[in-house]
């Protein structure tokens, strides 16, 4: 975790995430997205560049009126790394090219709330720390996969 005093400027601090959402709903049941994006941070180590980019690709599908599954990908396109094959190679003050995330998550719905709670291998809450540092593999299993929960209310007036 980085620390006030490693910042000296208070920008320094920032960062910004853009997204672009595509998305189609094949029938009732069925729908997918596509979204380029781009993360900027303002403060990295020396020759590591500011700006990343990705794609995510996403699907929900209603298995009854009040339950969906849902999945997600998402692939960053920057490499850190002037060697991008060389995996688990560190460079730039220790960072690691990120690695591709994935979540898949049940949605359970009733007449004000919907429930959803994912198996992923996103650590960060902001998107942009997901897509600049994740090294967490869905394949590798416990401890990468990490469970989390989100709920809506929906407001019927």
Same mark, same amino acid.
């Given at each position: 975790?980085?620390?006030?005093?490693?910042?000296?400027?208070?920008?320094?601090?920032?960062?910004?995430?853009?997204?672009?959402?595509?998305?189609?709903?094949?029938?009732?049941?069925?729908?997918?997205?596509?979204?380029?994006?781009?993360?900027?941070?303002?403060?990295?180590?020396?020759?590591?560049?500011?700006?990343?980019?990705?794609?995510?690709?996403?699907?929900?599908?209603?298995?009854?009126?009040?339950?969906?599954?849902?999945?997600?990908?998402?692939?960053?396109? #920057?490499?850190?790394?002037?060697? !991008?094959? $060389?995996?688990?190679?560190?460079?730039? %003050?220790?960072? @690691?090219?990120?690695? +591709?995330?994935?979540?898949?998550?049940?949605?359970?719905?009733?007449?004000?709330?919907?429930?959803?709670?994912?198996?992923? #291998?996103?650590?960060?809450?902001? !998107?942009? $720390?997901?897509?600049?540092?994740?090294? %967490?593999?869905? @394949?590798?299993?416990? +401890?990468?996969?990490?469970?989390?929960?989100?709920?809506?209310?929906?407001?019927?007036?």
């Amino acid at each position: 975790m980085k620390k006030k005093e490693n910042f000296a400027l208070r920008q320094d601090r920032y960062s910004f995430f853009h997204q672009l959402i595509i998305s189609r709903r094949f029938n009732p049941n069925f729908s997918m997205q596509f979204a380029p994006s781009v993360s900027h941070y303002n403060l990295v180590p020396e020759g590591m560049p500011n700006d990343i980019f990705a794609v995510a690709f996403g699907a929900r599908h209603k298995i009854s009126a009040q339950t969906a599954i849902m999945l997600e990908y998402s692939l960053p396109i #920057t490499n850190f790394m002037e060697n !991008p094959d $060389a995996s688990n190679v560190t460079d730039f %003050n220790g960072a @690691l090219n990120p690695v +591709p995330g994935f979540s898949v998550g049940m949605e359970f719905v009733t007449s004000s709330h919907a429930f959803q709670v994912y198996l992923s #291998t996103y650590n960060g809450i902001v !998107p942009q $720390a997901n897509y600049f540092k994740n090294q %967490n593999s869905f @394949l590798d299993g416990f +401890p990468d996969i990490l469970i989390g929960f989100t709920i809506t209310r929906n407001y019927n007036f």
